[in-house]
């Protein structure tokens, strides 16, 4: 009998998926379907107002830290540069260079996300990261990079899974900005999130420096999954009423 159910419904599926186009073009209409964009999250995402914080000061310090930059070996540099780059958005910019000695030179923000729990929790909430990079005068190859991070709670001893999404970009010898964007699901479950963005230790000179402006993260939330679970009703309830 269950097979037999099964193959009626699939006969009545495309009038069904019809029916639900329709009902999700009327919400559509009515604007309850439609995704809401967030403002830029990001604390003077364009390295513009505040003094740089210590890299680990802000990663340890989610809730007093919040909305301040920290670098590993970062400075700001106001104005056009000493090698020829200026400001994406002024009056200035971060500059980083591989003096470190790691893997890579960081600067990174934390984020409370908790606003925006209900459509995180629900696996309703995408991110959008980007930030401008580029190198001084006739230097190329340079590996600039973008990393989002997720943690359940506010402490960098929380990662949520997955822990982090990245993306990179080598880029070329004119001093015009490139711009590196990352876009994903924001893992069910997270309250806070991290931004850095870097470069590769290895890929940048010793008297090199690699920049960074204009950064920005939004959150994208779609309706609630109850408006889809209503949608699925509704579709329902007129596939019973067709086959009668
Ligand atoms: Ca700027
Ligand atoms: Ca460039």
Do not use: C
């Amino acid at each position: 009998m269950k097979a037999h159910t099964a193959k009626k419904f699939r006969v009545q599926l495309g009038s069904g998926s019809k029916i639900t186009a329709f009902l999700l073009a009327l919400l559509g209409a009515s604007g309850s379907v439609q995704a809401a964009t967030s403002v830029n999250l990001l604390g003077d995402p364009g390295f513009d107002v505040n003094p740089l914080q210590d890299f680990t000061t802000v990663l340890n310090n989610f809730a007093a830290q919040q909305g301040k930059w920290g670098s590993e070996v970062g400075t700001i540099v106001t104005g056009t540069s000493s090698d020829g780059v200026v400001p994406n958005s002024a009056p200035s910019m971060l500059s980083m260079t591989n003096a470190d000695g790691g893997v890579t030179t960081q600067t990174a923000q934390v984020i409370d996300v908790t606003a925006f729990a209900a459509a995180i929790n629900a696996g309703d909430a995408t991110f959008d990261l980007e930030a401008m990079f580029t190198t001084g005068k006739g230097y190329s190859g340079a590996d600039a990079g973008i990393v989002a991070m997720f943690f359940t709670n506010s402490s960098y001893y929380s990662p949520n899974t997955p822990a982090q999404m990245s993306a990179g970009k080598a880029l070329d010898a004119d001093v015009g900005w490139e711009t590196v964007s990352l876009h994903g699901a924001i893992p069910v479950g997270t309250q806070w999130m991290a931004v850095q963005v870097l470069y590769s230790d290895a890929s940048l000179a010793s008297d090199q420096s690699g920049y960074v402006d204009s950064a920005s993260l939004t959150i994208t939330t779609i309706p609630e999954s109850s408006s889809y679970a209503l949608l699925g009703l509704g579709a329902g309830a007129l596939l019973v009423r067709r086959r009668r």
